[in-house]
Every structure is written in structure tokens, then in C-alpha cells.
């Protein structure tokens, strides 16, 4: 983490960067120990902690949307993006691509918490074609965006250098005609998070490779 820093903030000092380490990994901890208890209860429950309410501004665009690609990057309380259900639209038809975890039992446990709201889980070996189905059947596919893809990636400038980011957002974006939609859970006090969201408004003649850079 410190060698990252020092890499896309060159005039930090060692103290900004032990700083803000140490900060991310105390806020990274919390998050994932209270996603874990949040995501087992009841959405009346959550709501007193998770304001949503920045997506009335753009429910509007959303419903109007003929289908939607949601881009959820590793930023805050990521996990708590699976209430979408129950705030996002009149829509049921949501679902997320997610990867597998190797440990079984911890997978099983994951899967079963994300799925409680009625989000419908699609394994990314095998999510592809389902969720390009649910896309042109109207529904919205949340996409983890950010994610090192290696030698099948694309190329895109991050912080000053080359990064290999998954070209799957962009492709799915294209072959079924969605919308691209933002969603990013900010961690705002203790056990407080906001959601802020952003409709895209992108030219229809961009490539994929033009979008994926656009879109990191």
C-alpha cells in the first residue's frame, strides 16, 4: 500500500503516506466487519445507517432507462451495493457478476448474505451471457469496474501509468444498448455511509476501449 501511494502521489512525504495507510486499512477493517452484520438485516434496519438518498436524483434517468449497467468499484462499504433491491427501482430483475471465492464455506456464507434482498448472483466464469440476457430484458447488472483483468485487459492510464482494467462493463454496455450508472458507498463518520451516484452520458460510436478508459 505504501509503495502504491508513494507510485500515484510522488509529492507525499512518508508521513502523509503512514498517515493515510493506516487510516485506510482502520476504515477497510470497519467497513467489512459492519457489511458483515448489516447485510444480514432487514432493510428497515440498514436504512438508519445507509442514506440512499442521492439516487432520487437520478431515478428519473433510471427509470427511463431501457436497461442498466451499474459500475460498483472497491471504494467505502462496497458491500452494502446489495440492498440495491430494495431502493433502486420498480425493477426485479437485478442482479450482480461476482467471482468465487476458494474457501467454500466462506463463499457459501458471501453468496448467501448478498442474495437475502433478491439480488440474483451470477458467477463471472459463467455470468457473462445471463447477465447480457437480463440487460436486454431490461434489468440492471451491478459490475465490480475495477478490477486488474492481466494480458486480456485493457490498457489504461491510472495515476501516470498503463493499468490492465476488465473490458466487461464497456462490452456489456455495448451489446445490449444499457445505460451506465455509478455507485459508490462513501464512508461518511463511524457505521455511517451515503451512497453518490452518477448516470454517464456517452457517445454511442465509442469504442470499447475508448469507454473503458473513460470509465476509470
Known sequence: ARRNLSRAFPDWDSKQIDQCVRKHFQTLGANFLCAFVLTQKPWEETRKYFDVSDYERVRGGVDESSSLVALVPHIGNWEL?????????????????????????????????????????????????RGIVMLKQGGIVAVLSDQHAGDKGVWVPFFGR??????????????????ICWGVVQTVGVARWRLAVRLEELAPEISIEELTAVLN
Open 81 to 129: 451495493m446489495v440492498t440495491v433491491p430494495n431502493w433502486a427501482s420498480h425493477r426485479s430483475n437485478i442482479a450482480a457478476i461476482f467471482q468465487r471465492l476458494r474457501n467454500r464455506l466462506i463463499d457459501e456464507h458471501v453468496r448467501k448474505s448478498r442474495g437475502l434482498s433478491g439480488l440474483e448472483l451470477l458467477d463471472r466464469s459463467e455470468g457473462f451471457n
Open 162 to 179: 498503463l493499468a490492465s482494467t476488465t473490458p466487461l462493463p464497456a462490452i456489456m454496455t455495448k451489446k445490449a444498448h444499457a445505460r
